[in-house]
């Protein structure tokens, strides 16, 4: 079993600050791709970026240049740090990886964090 669990969200004012953390914990062999995503209210689910293992990333055109993906594979852990944040940044942020445990590879979700950015 592999559990993710998120940390860092908030409340902000717009143009400030926050750090995502998600750690992943359990039978892990190995972490391909990890990512984030958001979830506004009454919205789809959306990509906000991915980052490999190889440390390639990839962000959503919206947040390039304010947001950046970054990962500790000696910790299972990824991060987003979020800069110049807008309100409508708001959202419950999740945590994304693709896992391989002993014998199988599949995607594995956190509970999710708030983010709430106010104008």
């Known amino acids: 079993q592999v559990q993710l669990v998120e940390s860092g969200g908030g409340l902000v004012q717009a143009g400030g600050s926050l750090r995502l953390s998600c750690a992943a914990s359990?039978?892990?062999?190995?972490?391909?791709?990890m990512g984030w995503y958001r979830q506004a209210p009454g919205k789809q689910r959306e990509l906000v970026a991915t980052?490999?293992?190889?440390?390639?990333?990839n962000y959503n055109y919206s947040v390039k240049g304010r947001f950046t993906i970054s990962r500790d594979n000696a910790k299972n852990t990824v991060y987003l740090q979020m800069n110049s944040l807008k309100p409508e940044d708001t959202a419950v942020y999740y945590c994304?990886?693709?896992?391989?445990?002993?014998?199988?590879?599949?995607?594995?979700w956190g509970q999710g964090t708030q983010v709430i950015v106010s104008s």
């Open positions: 980052i490999a293992s190889d440390g390639s990333t």
């Open positions: 359990g039978s892990i062999r190995r972490i391909n791709s």
């Open positions: 994304n990886a693709n896992v391989m445990t002993a014998d199988l590879l599949r995607g594995y």
